[in-house]
């Protein structure tokens, strides 16, 4: 039986492949970004909406694999880990978009 409260879970290669995935939401975030600043004109709304929207699909998609780790019975904690991370930063993203005039 696998103890869900041990912390010294270790899976070097879904440590890796979840920072890759981390990184690339957070790189598409930015992309989303950029290139909405170099649109002619672009609402305020789009600019504050559609990076937290990325950010916040990336969390759901990471809590997902979290659930599939966890009934393949693998290290969920590192995919929850980045669900929380990228919630936590769309949170940070709407308050600092959504505050700027």
Do not use: C
């Amino acid at each position: 039986m696998v103890n869900d409260v041990e912390k010294r879970w270790s899976d070097p290669k879904m440590f890796r492949h979840a920072a890759w995935y981390v990184g690339g939401v957070v790189a598409l975030t930015a992309l989303a970004v950029a290139v909405l600043e170099l649109a002619t004109d672009p609402s305020r709304a789009v600019l504050v909406f559609v990076p937290g929207a990325v950010l916040l699909v990336g969390g759901i998609v990471a809590f997902v694999l979290a659930f599939r780790a966890w009934r393949r019975r693998g290290a969920w904690p590192i995919w929850q880990g980045a669900g929380w991370f990228l919630f936590t930063l769309m949170i940070v993203y709407l308050a600092i978009a959504g505050g700027t005039a």
